[in-house]
């Protein structure tokens, strides 16, 4: 049967890695279980090595289609930015549980914790040491994702690997403190609603950073390898928008939680 290619959409080709990642994760799933009751992670580390196998071709296919092949035109990069616009609408709506929650507890404290926020005998930490840092350190990486942003944009090869480079870093950065101050915590997740909603939040917040940066990082790697044109670049374009949210969920948390909630 003759193939006629005359419309903008893509058509997916056959591939493995839908069904290798469920395959995936139902290991990992019965791995965890496993892990729990038997204390044994080998099913575990299985089920963890085929999803990661799975991710790294997958998006390597997707990366050659978008790239070498051709395959993503106007109209298969405006459902892109849909999908993509979506996906952080979701994401947005996540956060709002964990604040809604935060909120609902801070402003009428029951009998329970003391009738106050904080809680009786929780100390919280100071927001104008390491959060503070971590606030600035944010949005100086916002400031850099964006300069990589124009510079694709102006064609500018050198400064948009150098503003990637700086994003990445101040990322890691951010990661390094905030596991810091995990570490150095005077309060743990099981300590009152308090612990609760923070670690919760703050938590999720930085499984999104370390995702934003591994996201920048694929980009780099990408940009490097010429992937990206100033007129054909959603894959980093994608990734400044979510480290953009990343960002603002940020400043919301350190307001309430940190600043507004001590």
Known sequence: MKNNFNHPYHLVDFSPWPLTGAIGVMTLVTGMIKWFHNFNMNLLILGYIIIIMTMYQWWRDICREGTLQGKHTMMVT???????ILFIISEIFFFISFFWAFFHSSLSPNIQIGSMWPP?????????QIPLLNTIILITSGVTV?????????NNKSQMTQ????????GIYFTMLQAYEYIEAPF??????????FFMATGF???????GTLFLLICLIRHLKNHFSKNHHFGFEAAAWYWHFVDVVWLFLYISIYWWGN
């Open 120 to 128: 009786l005998s929780i100390i919280p930490f100071n927001p104008f």
């Open 205 to 211: 917040h930085g499984l999104h950073v370390m995702i």
């Open 146 to 154: 964006t300069w990589a942003h124009h510079a694709i944009m102006m």
């Open 163 to 170: 503003g990637l480079f700086f994003t990445i870093i101040l």
């Open 188 to 197: 743990s997740i099981a300590d009152s609603i308090y612990g609760s909603t």
């Open 78 to 84: 405006k459902g892109l930015r849909w999908g993509m």
